[in-house]
């Protein structure tokens, strides 16, 4: 009977962050380039490990790495999924929880932080191109969590955490027609935005253009996210 190896090393524990954002191209995905071994000079997305003295749980754990990686506390973060074997880090058995993390513009800037020797936004389709490259199994990562965004994109709000705290609902739908990759029709847009009742008119602020001013909204308090009763 095979005995029970008190002696093997504990496995290695840590938080990776799919952070996105949308830029000129599209989605992009926010990447550091490691400064440490190993797979030293690769990128990779920013994490960090979890500190059982200091997170009270993974949420916490999340959050906290977030800050310390970008400057930033997003909106919007959900767990996304944890992975965990013998051969995804050669330092040994290691488990990872991934979250996805949406931001709007200008929120979080490419920062260096721990051992990140550089880091940069890049769009999203040209990164799952060269996904092998990526550190560790970073680029399954990536390709799960553009996955899941895209999917919830069609039956909830989601999308608005990738927008000023202040937009007009043509900025809203662009975000959604860039983050699907088609367009959508305005009035049954619009329609859908009305029955989920989750934005909300600035009282006076007005948006001025070529024709006519639009409306700015904003989120509505406590309505962070909304589902809808069937998808776009």
């Known amino acids: 009977m095979k005995t029970l190896d008190t002696a093997a090393a504990p496995a290695i524990a840590t938080v990776d962050l799919i952070l996105f954002a949308l830029g000129e191209a599209g989605l992009e995905v926010l990447l550091i380039r490691r400064g440490a071994a190993p797979f030293l000079d690769a ?3 920013p994490g960090g490990w979890i500190h059982t003295d200091e997170d009270a749980d993974l949420d916490a754990a999340a959050h906290r790495i977030l800050r310390e990686k970008t400057g930033v506390a997003t909106p919007y973060i959900e767990q996304l999924q944890t992975v965990g074997n ?3 880090d050669p330092r040994g058995w290691s488990l990872s929880v991934a979250y996805v993390a949406l931001i709007g513009p200008g929120q979080a800037p490419a920062v260096r932080g721990g051992n990140a020797a550089d880091a ?3 769009p999203v389709e040209t990164v799952l191109a060269e996904a092998g490259d990526l550190a560790f199994d970073h680029g399954d990562l990536l390709g799960l969590a553009l996955a899941r965004v895209r999917r919830k994109v069609e039956y909830s709000t989601l999308p608005v955490h990738l927008l000023p705290e202040r937009f007009t609902l043509s900025e809203l739908q662009s ?5 699907l990759g088609r367009r959508l029709d305005k009035s049954a847009f619009r329609k859908r935005m009305a029955e989920v009742d989750f934005v909300e008119p600035v009282p006076g602020e ?3 253009g070529s ?5 700015i909204y904003r989120l509505k308090e406590a309505r962070s996210t909304a589902f809808f009763d ?3």
């Open 211 to 215: 024709n006519r001013p639009a409306q």
């Open 206 to 208: 007005m948006r001025r």
């Open 43 to 45: 990128w990779a997305l």
């Open 120 to 122: 940069a936004w890049r």
């Open 230 to 232: 069937r998808v776009l």
């Open 175 to 179: 975000v959604y027609e860039r983050v």
């Open 86 to 88: 013998a051969t995804r």
